[in-house]
């Protein structure tokens, strides 16, 4: 099935993902770590059901140098021994963040404790913002039926200067 709507093709819809790219390249500057990143856009992206954007993390994580076995091990990273306790907090916030409806407390106390053991203001900052915005993406592309597969590392960084 091809998508229902080029997003691409519109000019209102690319004045906002010119705003949206640049609130992403806010948290890409970040201290947060790029694995940490591109995890965390995974596993929300897994949970959500985005094949674009499952495609096109593991496709930038892969060209930033992550491994094939953490990637693939990404959907079950508590049952895993290859993740850091920084990263493992960083997911567990991934999912409670996106699970919201899931859950009546949203993100836990004990979450939110490991996520400040292992990260400073400006990196909790850009992950929650990350969370956020990955959950944005992922509604945007899984509403118009936006498939994986067909994205290319770096194919938008021209496109949205």
């Known amino acids: 099935m ?3 709507f080029n997003m691409l093709d519109n000019e209102i819809a690319m ?8 609130a992403g390249m806010v948290i890409q500057q970040s201290s947060l770590p790029k694995a940490t990143q591109e995890l965390v856009s995974l596993r929300a992206s897994q949970i959500n059901g985005c094949g674009w954007c499952i495609d096109m993390h593991t496709k930038e994580a892969v060209a930033a140098g992550e491994s094939a076995v953490r990637l693939n091990l990404v959907a079950a990273w ?6 850091t306790e920084a990263e493992q907090a960083a997911l567990a916030l991934a999912e409670e963040g996106t699970r919201l409806a899931d859950a009546h407390q949203g993100v836990s106390d004990e979450t939110w404790a490991q996520v400040r053991k292992h ?3 400006d990196q909790i900052a850009a992950l ?3 969370v956020a915005l990955i959950n944005a993406a992922n509604r945007l ?11 290319q590392p ?3 960084a021209a496109a949205f200067d």
Do not use: C, P, W
Not at 141 to 151: D, E, T
């Open 119 to 121: 990260y400073d203001d």
């Open 154 to 156: 770096g194919m938008f």
């Open 128 to 130: 929650v913002a990350l």
């Open 78 to 83: 508590r049952e895993s021994t290859v993740f």
């Open 141 to 151: 592309a899984v509403i118009v039926h936006q498939r994986g597969g067909s994205y």
């Open 2 to 4: 091809d998508a229902r």
């Open 15 to 22: 004045k906002f993902f010119k705003r949206f790219a640049n």
